[in-house]
């Protein structure tokens, strides 16, 4: 019979990625089935009792009253559960839980371990006193509560005049449309809610990776898409200026894309910014009428990397009577180089920065195990378990482009309907191990697609975690086809985690555009080069003037 333990810590709040990786950390434990910490929301409490009923897997408990232990949490309360094969395995479990999240001593001095003065900062009150104490003034607040708090607490930062970044989901569009209108009166960026990625200042914050500087700004509207950008700039020699997430809402009609509109203004006063990036899904009509106009009145170039919009159509009723209404098409050139992938959206910008020359990427150089010999077999699919959501939109779209999507499967894993209870699988494996495993198993699968995304936040070892899921494949006859997001100054360094997964048996691209064009390739017996992607002069001079 498993064991479950619950445990509430009254008015005891931890930062979500904190809890995260410490749950991953604790799954791992032999023994252990589920680990779950999470701030007790009934949001919250419902899909830990849904975890650990899947974890029991219809069989009885030890602790049978764990239910109602659950339940009387509150939402400002932490809850850490435990589901193991004993309840001496769910002490220890339950041990090491308490002892990630406790707070950190800092360094003994003469008389022994000292209390940590940060430990004591429960509020954001608090915080901006001991910053103010030491006659410095705080300018950044990173809120990662619980949605029904998080817009109150974003609203106190926004009031002592620092920027947030909002970590946390699950905000109303009405708190959020009043947060970015009180940002915006404030001249302060409100990045989110849900943003997961930003850099400001050299400052990478959220999922984000070591990127060095440069002449390249961006604003965008996903996480993972901004991170293939940014790497790709680094990996191709250029850096960045600075990098504005502005949430996934943002670009919609009732958010009017307030922040990604005051991010381009800010990259457009910058003297450092040269070139202006943006990254989004595709923006409701009248938002993207919005972002043209601001577009075509810039004196910097811009590229426009909105997933699944190959040429932005002209905006409705720019045109007056009498005169010819403009077309979509090449015009658009004299304002942006429009970029149909998150690839393209990097060389474009870094070509922008080198006199309009393109540069190459060589994938020859990039490790790698060799494309397999044989052929796949008839009627089966390939498979793409991703991680990051805008990549497994961009793989979805182009494999659908190329050879007809339409029996393929991508899924991502970090969805909602995946990450119930646990951990995100750029943070945990344990969740992608078993569908890798069982894509190996089933007999309709064709390839395997995966990426890889490295920077703070991830796994430090992801390569590691998924390299003995990709031997296995390759012994079955299964290829995996591998991209790596990050660059080598990261903590897990790229050129590491590319050699790992190709000695693993992984056939290693640089990007996800091109591993998926390949596993296109290999699945249709057909040939698909990376497109030669060119710039206008018009746009060219646009750097140089600006």
């Not at 993972?224 to 502005?246: R, S």
């Amino acid at each position: 019979m498993s064991a479950v333990l619950v445990q509430v810590v009254f008015n005891a709040y931890r930062d979500s990625i904190q809890l995260l990786k410490a749950a991953a950390d604790v799954q791992k434990m032999e023994g252990v089935s589920q680990a779950a910490m999470m701030m007790g929301t009934q949001a919250n409490k419902g899909m830990m009792s849904d975890s650990i009923n899947q974890a029991l897997g219809g069989g009885g408990a030890s602790n049978g009253n764990w239910s109602s232990q659950l339940e009387g949490a509150n939402p400002g309360d932490l809850v850490i559960t435990i589901v193991a094969q004993d309840d001496n395995t769910a002490q220890s479990a339950l041990k090491a839980a308490q002892d990630a999240l406790s707070p950190k001593k800092a360094a003994a001095g003469k008389g022994g371990a000292q209390e940590n003065p940060e430990d004591k900062l429960t509020s954001i009150s608090s915080g901006v006193s001991y910053f103010q104490s030491s006659g410095e003034t705080p300018n950044l607040a990173i809120v990662s509560v619980p949605g029904d708090y998080a817009a109150t607490e974003a609203h106190k930062a926004l009031s002592y005049g620092m920027h947030v970044l909002l970590f946390s989901d699950n905000v109303s569009t009405d708190d959020e449309l009043m947060l970015k209108e009180y940002a915006n009166k404030k001249h302060l960026l409100l990045m989110g809610p849900d943003c997961g990625t930003a850099i400001l200042d050299g400052v990478p914050l959220g999922f984000a990776n070591v990127i060095k500087k440069g002449s390249i700004g961006l604003v965008g509207a996903s996480g993972t898409g901004l991170q293939q950008v940014t790497t790709l700039i680094e990996q191709l020699g250029e850096g960045i200026t600075q990098v504005i997430g502005v949430g996934g809402h943002d670009l919609s009609d009732k958010i009017g894309g307030k922040m990604m509109l005051q991010g381009i203004d800010r990259l457009e006063k910058d003297p450092n910014t040269s070139v202006i990036v943006l990254v989004s899904k595709p923006p409701s009509p009248k938002v993207t009428e919005k972002i043209y106009e601001k577009v075509k009145d810039s004196k910097k170039p811009f590229v426009i990397m909105f997933l699944g919009m190959k040429k932005p159509a002209s905006p409705a009723g720019e045109t007056k009577p009498n005169e010819k209404k403009e077309k979509s098409g090449p015009e658009w050139e004299e304002y942006a180089a429009v970029a149909d992938t998150l690839e393209s959206a990097a060389l474009l910008a870094v070509g922008l920065t080198q006199d309009g020359r393109i540069p190459a990427i060589d994938e020859k150089s990039i490790p790698s195990a060799p494309l397999p010999k044989t052929k796949p077999k008839k009627e089966s699919r390939i498979k793409g378990l991703y991680s990051g959501g805008t990549f497994n939109s961009e793989a979805k779209l182009m494999l659908n482009s190329l050879i007809g999507a339409e029996s393929h499967l991508c899924i991502d894993l970090g969805d909602d309907e995946y990450t119930v209870g646990r951990p995100h699988p750029m943070i945990d494996f344990q969740l992608r191990n078993q569908y890798v495993q069982k894509a190996v198993k089933a007999p309709d699968t064709s390839a395997i697609l995966l990426d890889i995304v490295l920077g703070y936040g991830s796994n430090m070892d992801p390569a590691g975690e998924i390299a003995p899921q990709i031997e296995n494949a390759t012994k079955a006859g299964v290829p995996v086809f591998a991209h790596v997001c990050g660059t080598n100054g990261d903590p897990q360094n790229l050129q590491s985690q590319r050699e790992k997964l190709a000695k693993a048996g992984a056939i290693v691209f640089s990007t996800n555009a091109e591993c998926v064009r390949q596993v296109a390739a290999y699945h249709s017996g057909k040939v698909f080069n990376r497109p030669d992607y060119s710039l206008s002069k018009s746009l060219v001079k646009k750097v140089k003037r600006s």
